[in-house]
């Protein structure tokens, strides 16, 4: 059988369709960033010793939250391939063991941070000072846990049923909550005492308390979710279906984890060279985070096309939904290396005017530019692999990538090589750079046998 089309026009076209999914969830993830951009701009103003609280509580309280991310993620692939093959009447029964499911994980992960953080900080040879700070500091976060968890169920929702714009509202909410409510909390404004980094975790946990709130309720009641099958469906808590979730969810979580964690390592062995060591370094690292924001937000939208391809039993849309949005996270993120390497000190001096900082943080940024292009193919391939469904091979993929070469590399630059901070840096170039070639080449591989048989004449 012979297919005629216009190539190029279809690429055009899925180009289009993506961006047009891709740009609200870009969005909202710049959105939820902000938050975090927010903490650290305004510790970066309060001085070195409250940014080091702030940047070592923040990245031991973020490999929990990637965990909860990462499980989360089984979930838009699942609604997309409902959506996808005509079947929105069963997204909400898969929504309500989502939700669930959230409420467990973000119970444990609570647990897990707050008696887990003390041990793991306590190693770090901090003072004793610094070191009640951060813990006190990461133990009010991961009373957030549960809101994360619940949050991310209903942008699951939402986003797998190709609405971004919505996790794009709720992510603007948070932000008009955490900017006020952290700048008079630390800074002691509109009559509250000034608390330093200890404003900033209680902001943040109201913050996310109020938009995992509104989310749930909007997700029950907006007309963009009233045709999902609100009367159909178990409301209790099912074995089988959470089961489910587990098995997708379970290797994202892990794979999600293994790089949080090599960039929270990464932070940890930075600590060990000072404050200002560690508060150029978070702000450094805080801008390369700011432009992975891009392919993030592609690599959602990827993940929810390609499912719907699945759900559709269109094998070549599939693999041009996966490739295209691969290649566009390539060339978005050829602006922020661009930025990184022609005006680094331009860009720190938005964060804190100490020159010290401005100094270290500026010759990080210029290692930071290496890394962008290999960042956004890997998150962008892996976002494809989701849409498939297939998560346990990226899983090792990540292990490989990350702890097998990206670490080992780092800590023998850092300190058998002697080049300090900058080789933890190299290291994570190495490891970012493996993991985008092998995940690429996974999807591509995948992908082929299914369109083998497809014969395209232009």
Known sequence: MTFAFDRRGVLVRDLRETLALALP?????????SQHLVDVMLAGHLGARVLGVVAIGTNTWSVAVMAIVGMMMALPPGVAQLDGAGR??????LFRQAVWLALGLGLVMQQVTWWGAPVVLARLGMDDGLLAETVAFTRVLSLAAPAVALFCACRGLTDGVSRPGVSLGFGILGLAVLAPLGWALMYGRLGAPAMGAM???VANLIAMWVSALAYLGF??????????????????PRRAAIMGLLRV??????????EAAVFATASLVVASFGEVAAGSHQIALNVAALSFMVPLGLSMAVTVRVGNAVGRGDAAGMRRAGMVGIAAALVTQSVPAGLMLLVPVQIVALYTGDPALVA?????LTLAALFQLSDGVQVAAMGALRGLKDTRVPMLIAAFSYWGIGMPTGWLLTFAGGMGIGGMWMGLIAGLSTAAVLLALRFHLRTR???AGLVMVG
């Open 449 to 451: 046998r299914r369109v």
């Open 25 to 33: 969830l870009i969005g909202g993830q710049l959105a939820l960033f």
């Open 88 to 93: 929105r009447g069963d997204v909400v029964g």
């Open 199 to 201: 404003g900033c975790a």
């Open 249 to 258: 969810g379970a290797p994202m979580s892990v794979s999600v984890v293994l």
């Open 360 to 364: 270290g943080a500026a010759g990080l």
């Open 219 to 236: 997700a029950r009641f907006s007309r963009t979710t009233r045709d999902l099958g609100w009367a159909l469906g178990a409301i209790g």
